[in-house]
């Protein structure tokens, strides 16, 4: 079956810029973390929803950073006002119960901020 | 902020050699899981072991967990020049019940195998 897809694949903004990234779970999958990977790095907490619900944002890096699953399935990551330190590839990945199992990772959405 | 640390940080091995990869983390755990992740296919869950566990093994993988040293490591046997990617262990500090899999990230360890 389709795995998780994350649009768009590589987005360039200009400082001061917003951005949404686009996130598809794998379908069914409660769990929707994302996380953020700096060049070198592995990858870091962002957020957590489990359905629609967001349980943990604690991972948000300011108060620019907001998501968003409102039908519990497909999620959007927006960044406002875009920063040269938001560089990084954002990782969406699904799971399909609360818990700890397995997460199922996208391809990333690399962002560059000029 | 990560909590593993990879160990080594760079891994460099010929076609048919084992490779072994360590990892150290600082807290309590539910759980310790093994990532890939190559420019092909991305982040790739290879096997999770539980905190109650000690060793476990998939394939050519085989993971041990030492949770009184904060440890763990994974066992490439026989490697091939299709398994060069980044390693990435993960761990799961949700206590028992409540955890719902929040994962924090060591560093990676680069693994090149020359063919």
């Known amino acids: 079956g389709a795995g998780v897809s994350q649009s768009p694949r590589y987005k360039v903004a200009k400082r001061g810029q917003d951005v949404a990234l686009r996130c598809d779970p794998i379908s069914g999958h409660v769990s929707l973390f994302w996380y953020q990977q700096a060049l070198g790095q592995g990858p870091e907490f962002l957020t957590y929803?489990?359905?629609?619900?967001?349980?943990?944002k604690s991972g948000l890096p300011s108060d620019r950073f907001f998501a968003e699953r409102p039908e519990g399935s497909v999620s959007t990551l927006k960044i406002q006002r875009t920063q040269q330190e938001d560089s990084a590839v954002y990782l969406c990945?699904?799971?399909?119960?609360?818990?700890?199992?397995?997460?199922?990772f996208g391809p990333g959405t690399r962002l560059t901020v000029t | 902020s990560q909590q593993g640390e990879e160990d080594p940080q760079a891994l460099s091995i010929q076609e048919g050699e084992n490779a072994t990869m360590n990892c150290s983390y600082k807290?309590?755990?539910?759980?310790l899981q093994w990532y890939r992740q190559n420019s092909g296919r991305g982040l790739v869950h290879l096997i999770l072991i539980r905190s109650n566990e000690r060793e476990k093994h998939s394939g050519r993988l085989r993971v041990t967990l030492d949770t009184s040293k904060k440890s763990s490591s994974l066992l490439i046997t026989a490697s091939r020049a299709a398994d060069t990617a980044s390693y990435f262990c993960?761990?799961?500090?949700?206590?028992?019940?409540?955890?719902?899999?929040?994962?924090?990230f060591g560093q990676g360890t680069i693994l090149t195998v020359h063919p």
């Open positions: 993960a761990t799961d500090a949700g206590a028992g019940g409540t955890s719902y899999g929040k994962l924090t």
């Open positions: 990945a699904s799971s399909l119960y609360r818990g700890p199992y397995e997460q199922y």
């Open positions: 929803f489990q359905n629609e619900a967001q349980l943990d």
């Open positions: 807290t309590s755990i539910n759980n």
